[in-house]
């Protein structure tokens, strides 16, 4: 009688530990929206040209599935971006367009506590970009008329959470020019801000 009450309870505490452990392992899947703001320039693909970052700002939003320390990231934002060229002679340039990005990230929490973990990621971004803007140069407004509007490229950073919040801080390259006559990759620093409401 003993011996069976002591192989009922070790299957009981085994039963019990293998739905702990697949609870566990069970992916959470989070949404959420995000804001932030992003500082961006372009390779002047000429030696008389100078680039220079100007400051834009972004809104969307994300969505994350959770592998315990692992996680994937997805998010589709509207982006702002500026940026500006100095010339050798003294003149300038202006360069605006607006962008959606989806950016796809993977990532890992290498702190994570119950409420707070900090994150590093990486992955990849493409970007679709309407409306664009030149003012001031007309040389390099003959270069833009066939301004690329798909571009890809790759993004990584550093995030945190605490409990609801997230904040990221990240990098992002383009792989393919946004316009092929001038060889012009952007690049763009971003801060973003987000909540996820589950």
């Given at each position: 009688?003993?011996?069976r009450f002591l192989?009922?309870?070790?299957?009981?505490?085994?039963?019990?530990?293998?739905?702990?452990?697949?609870?566990?392992?069970?992916?959470?899947?989070?949404?959420?929206?995000?804001?932030?703001?992003?500082?961006?320039?372009?390779?002047?693909?000429?030696?008389?040209?100078?680039?220079?970052?100007?400051?834009?700002?972004?809104?969307?939003?994300?969505?994350?599935?959770?592998?315990?320390?692992?996680?994937?990231?997805?998010?589709?934002?509207?982006?702002?971006?500026?940026?500006?060229?100095?010339?050798?002679?003294?003149?300038?340039?202006k360069l605006q367009?607006?962008?959606?990005?989806?950016?796809?990230?993977?990532?890992?929490?290498?702190?994570?506590?119950?409420?707070?973990?900090?994150?590093?990621?990486?992955?990849?971004?493409?970007?679709?970009?309407?409306?664009?803007?030149l003012s001031n140069?007309?040389?390099?407004?003959?270069?833009?008329?066939?301004?690329?509007?798909?571009?890809?490229?790759?993004?990584?950073?550093?995030?945190?959470?605490?409990?609801?919040?997230?904040?990221?801080?990240?990098?992002?390259?383009?792989?393919?020019?946004?316009?092929?006559?001038?060889?012009?990759?952007?690049?763009?620093?971003?801060?973003?801000?987000?909540?996820?409401?589950?």
């Amino acid at each position: 009688m003993k011996q069976r009450f002591l192989a009922a309870s070790s299957l009981l505490v085994c039963i019990t530990c293998s739905v702990e452990t697949r609870a566990q392992q069970t992916p959470a899947f989070h949404i959420g929206i995000k804001a932030g703001t992003n500082f961006t320039k372009t390779d002047a693909g000429s030696s008389d040209l100078k680039g220079k970052y100007g400051l834009g700002y972004q809104a969307g939003i994300m969505t994350r599935v959770d592998f315990g320390r692992m996680y994937v990231q997805g998010e589709a934002l509207f982006n702002k971006r500026k940026t500006s060229y100095d010339f050798k002679d003294g003149n300038a340039a202006k360069l605006q367009w607006n962008s959606i990005d989806i950016p796809i990230v993977a990532g890992y929490k290498f702190i994570n506590a119950k409420d707070f973990n900090v994150r590093l990621f990486a992955g990849g971004v493409y970007s679709y970009t309407f409306k664009d803007n030149l003012s001031n140069s007309q040389a390099l407004r003959e270069g833009f008329k066939k301004f690329d509007k798909s571009n890809i490229g790759i993004t990584g950073g550093v995030g945190m959470d605490y409990k609801n919040f997230t904040m990221d801080l990240r990098y992002e390259t383009g792989l393919s020019s946004i316009s092929k006559e001038f060889k012009s990759k952007p690049h763009s620093i971003s801060l973003g801000i987000g909540y996820f409401l589950f």
